[in-house]
């Protein structure tokens, strides 16, 4: 996925979807560089989110930002009922979690070798 004239764009959108996520109430942000690990997709930007309702209102901002920026998803599973949303914009890919789902799937240590170039732990309980 990595191109010597995207990646600094992505790079980029990547650290605004996280604050759009802050911004958002989202808890546990996390976004992992891919880019040397697999050919899938150079950023995974994960989060937790307390409810369904949050999850929807996530959803329609990335959505939002994302088509202001030429980007249309390139797959996504958007049912706002799951305990885990997926939008997948091809050099980044976002995931939107639960707090059981995302303890269950564990995509921090799947991609442990991951570099990470945002954290916020904090966030609203």
């Not at 690990?37 to 309702?53: A, G, N, P, Q, R």
């Not at 990335?62 to 797959?75: A, L, Q, R, T």
Request: with cysteine; aromatic share 10%.
């Amino acid at each position: 996925m990595s191109g010597e004239n995207t990646l600094p764009e992505m790079n980029r959108v990547a650290l605004d979807t996280a604050g759009l996520l802050c911004d958002n109430r989202a808890r546990d942000i996390v976004v992992l560089d891919l880019g040397g690990l697999t050919s899938i997709t150079d950023y995974f930007i994960i989060c937790t989110v307390t409810s369904f309702v949050q999850t929807k209102a996530l959803v329609r901002s990335i959505e939002e930002y994302m088509d202001g920026h030429g980007m249309k998803p390139i797959s996504s599973n958007v049912d706002t009922n799951s305990p885990w949303v997926l939008l997948d914009y091809n050099y980044l890919i976002i995931h939107i979690f639960l707090p059981e789902a995302r303890d269950f799937y564990g995509l921090e240590k799947l991609w442990s070798d991951a570099a990470v170039v945002f954290a916020d732990r904090g966030g609203i309980a």
